[in-house]
């Protein structure tokens, strides 16, 4: 483990923590792991990186094609900024080079640029520790966006900030899942607990972003041929082939299972209650 990791795990990270297991905040920082001096749940340390969460061997699961390596732009920049010297959590940071010494970069990937690794629907940190919380294109991918907000609201301060971006008209991309895409009202409603100071559609969320990325995810489907077919076809020939035949193959004929789910207009799900098991 590098020193300037150590020390900043040491004196700046883990005053913040708190045992996921036991929601207790006496952790003491050991060689190799972090241990709960309340229930002696120990959290491994991976290349300066501690692991807080109960299912450590996840944090080393991905691959280098789902690995976000973006710094911040103006607009995060903005944010950061605004908090001061207050804390700050970047939820789902992925592997973003820039250093802040207030930012803790919380990823659920052990990414040799984040500060701690946890899950968003158990943050492991204490009570009212954050000024700012911003999460960009993470909520889409939890299993539990309403309870990870619920963490954040925790997390926060009194008055402390909160910004999310999330999916709309987004084709499935998971990293390493991809569960729930918002309307504006959608994410509004996730927000609810927090009194509102803006919302709605950034520069970089218009809908020219959403053509281009059905078209071209439409595009990498196509075998060579008939991708320069598509490519010559006109809008309007597009809309007249789907308006007289909704149901038309047309551009599809070599699409996968996978490929549909991708793009797909909608989705079902068809189950039945099982019977009451037996206790014992």
């Known amino acids: 483990m590098r020193v300037e990791k150590r020390d900043r795990l040491a004196e700046q990270i883990l005053p913040l923590l708190r045992c996921v297991r036991c929601k207790n905040g006496s952790l003491k920082l050991e060689p190799e792991r972090i241990l709960c001096s309340e229930c002696s749940q120990a959290f491994p340390i991976y290349r300066g990186v501690p692991l807080m969460t109960l299912e450590p061997d996840a944090a080393l699961a991905y691959s280098k094609d789902v690995v976000v390596e973006n710094g911040y732009s103006e607009q995060w920049l903005d944010l950061i900024r605004k908090a001061g010297a207050g804390h700050v959590l970047d939820l789902g940071s992925g592997n973003n080079p820039s250093e802040f010494p207030n930012v803790v970069k919380m990823d659920v990937f052990a990414l040799p640029n984040v500060d701690v690794v946890g899950r968003a629907e158990e943050l492991p940190f204490v009570d009212c520790v954050f000024k700012t919380v911003f999460s960009g294109a993470v909520f889409e991918h939890l299993r539990d966006p309403f309870g990870a907000i619920g963490e954040v609201f925790r997390v926060l301060k009194a008055r402390g900030e909160v910004y999310i971006e999330t999916a709309f008209l ?5 990293f390493p899942e991809h569960y729930f895409n918002m309307t504006l009202r959608g994410v509004e409603r996730l927000c609810e607990r927090f009194e509102r100071l803006d919302s709605g559609v950034r520069e970089h969320q218009a809908p020219s972003f959403t053509l281009r990325w059905i078209l071209q995810s439409w595009l990498g489907k196509l075998p060579d041929a008939e991708r320069e077919a598509f490519l010559r076809t006109t809008v309007s020939e597009i809309l007249d082939e789907y ?17 549909y789910e991708e793009l797909a207009a909608g989705v079902y799900f068809h189950g039945y209650k099982p019977e009451k098991r037996e206790a014992g």
């Not at 987004?170 to 998971?174: L, N």
């Not at 308006?243 to 490929?259: C, I, L, Q, V």
């Open 243 to 259: 308006g007289r035949n909704a149901f038309s193959k047309r551009w599809m004929t070599e699409f996968t299972r996978t490929d």
């Open 170 to 174: 987004q084709p499935v991309h998971a």
